[in-house]
Nanobody
Framework: QVQLVESGGGLVQPGGSLRLSCAAS????????MSWYRQAPGKERELVAR????????NYADSVKGRFSISRDNVKNTVYLQMNSLKPEDTAVYYC????????WGQGTQVTVSS
């Protein structure tokens, strides 16, 4: 059974940091490109960051460049999103996604940036 389980979300003040984790099981994690998406209320889901299978190649949405960092651990079958200098506009539900021949989504974790 394929599972992607996100964790690490919560309430943080502007300028703060959070680290999201997405634990994968049920498929060969190391062969999948992993991504983080987010969806704010009333908006479409958008790509935040993507990382290649070897953990070297990564790309980011312009809105998070220099503040967010994606990484993966192919031994622990986990992908991470380190989020620094958070802004209120980063408030959203954050989802991880695994893509290869198939695409899998996690259930999401809420991130709220507010004072």
């Amino acid at each position: 059974q394929v599972q992607l389980v996100e964790s690490g979300g919560g309430l943080v003040q502007p300028g703060g940091s959070l680290r999201l984790s997405c634990a994968a099981s049920g498929f060969t994690f190391s062969t999948y490109v992993m991504s983080w998406y987010r969806q704010a209320p009333g908006k479409e889901r958008e790509l935040v960051a993507r990382i290649g299978t070897n953990g070297v190649a990564a790309n980011y949405a312009d809105s998070v460049k220099g503040r967010f960092s994606i990484s993966r651990d192919n031994v622990k079958n986990t992908v991470y999103l380190q989020m620094n200098s958070l802004k209120p506009e980063d408030t959203a539900v954050y989802y991880c996604r695994a893509v290869q021949s198939f695409s899998y989504w996690g259930q999401g974790t809420q991130v709220t940036v507010s004072s």
